[in-house]
């Protein structure tokens, strides 16, 4: 709290850039991770990603070193977007006292967290499309083949105008709302957890990474499903009106995938999802946090 909630918008974004520059790299893998085997058995289809540190070296050999950057202006603009938004949401609900009632920590993050997803949605449309992006012999997804970030916002406006950058947001609202819920509720409460048992002192650097690695491991849990989804909602090809070719919405890309390649479809990809969300999250946090007190 103290800080007023313009501040927090430019503390926030800034916060979520930092961070993104270190944790990009496994969002590209992640990325390539969730769209292998798209709608296929598990079994039935070629694996140029085999787990995480296999995946890096895929990427490293079919792009090299620079395609661990993939997409990284995308991704920054939408951290600053959805990152500026989201915390300037949750410290207006702070200061009106919202998260001092049951269940507002939880609530306001959710919230905060759906009006950042919608605001930075083309951002992320964008970053899918750029990072699933490669060599034919390792592709994985629709191939959307834009030459750059600029390229591919005038791409896509030309195509489907201005509805079309705001293309898979409904799963891109319910993912950041359940993960922002999940990572602003628990980063708190974790940190008030062992500051109260003196485990560290409280408004230390140690307390505030404690609270940031329990968010990253519940938001991971909790938010992977919805991020398989919003990444098969952005990726997938579409006709000249707009209309996805593989999914129709929401629901019927979570079944789909449930019905064709198992409940652990959804789960594609989870441990480059916490291996990014737990850097993200702690070092996200973590600037917030020193940023608010400096």
């Not at 590209?28 to 070296?57: F, H, I, M, N």
């Not at 992320?124 to 916002?153: D, P, R």
Request: hydrophobic share 45%; net charge positive; proline share 4%.
């Amino acid at each position: 709290g103290g800080v007023p909630p313009a501040t927090d918008l430019v503390l926030g974004a800034a916060a979520g850039c930092l961070a993104c520059v270190l944790t990009n790299p496994l969002e590209v893998v992640k990325t390539r991770l969730q769209l292998q085997g798209e709608l296929q058995p598990p079994g039935t289809y070629p694996r140029p990603y085999r787990g995480v540190l296999r995946a890096v070296g895929a990427v490293c050999r079919a792009d090299g070193l620079r395609g661990l950057q993939k997409g990284l202006a995308a991704s920054l603009l939408y951290q600053g977007l959805m990152n500026g938004v989201r915390f300037y949401c949750y410290s207006h609900a702070e200061d009106a006292g919202w998260t001092g009632y049951p269940g507002g920590t939880v609530a306001a993050g959710a919230v905060a967290g759906a009006v950042g997803a919608f605001v930075g949605s083309p951002a992320y449309l964008v970053k899918t499309h750029l990072q699933a992006q490669t060599l034919s012999a390792v592709a994985v997804g629709h191939q959307h083949n834009h030459e750059s970030i600029s390229g591919a916002f005038e791409s896509i406006y030309k195509q489907h105008g201005v509805a079309g950058l705001w293309r898979g947001v409904t799963g891109a609202v319910p993912r950041v709302a359940v993960g922002s819920a999940a990572q602003l509720a628990t980063f708190t409460s974790a940190k008030d957890w062992v500051c109260e048992r003196q485990w560290f002192r409280e408004g230390s650097w140690a307390a505030v990474l404690a609270g940031g690695m329990v968010s990253g491991v519940a938001v991971a849990v909790t938010m992977t499903p919805f991020d398989v989804v919003s990444t098969r909602l952005y990726n997938q090809p579409v006709d000249a009106d707009g209309t996805g070719k593989l999914y129709r919405g929401f629901l019927d890309c979570i079944l789909q995938i449930s019905s064709k390649e198992g409940l652990l479809g959804l789960y594609k990809g989870i441990g480059a999802v916490y291996l990014r969300l737990g850097p993200h999250t702690v070092l996200s946090l973590f600037f917030w946090d020193e940023l608010r007190k400096m």
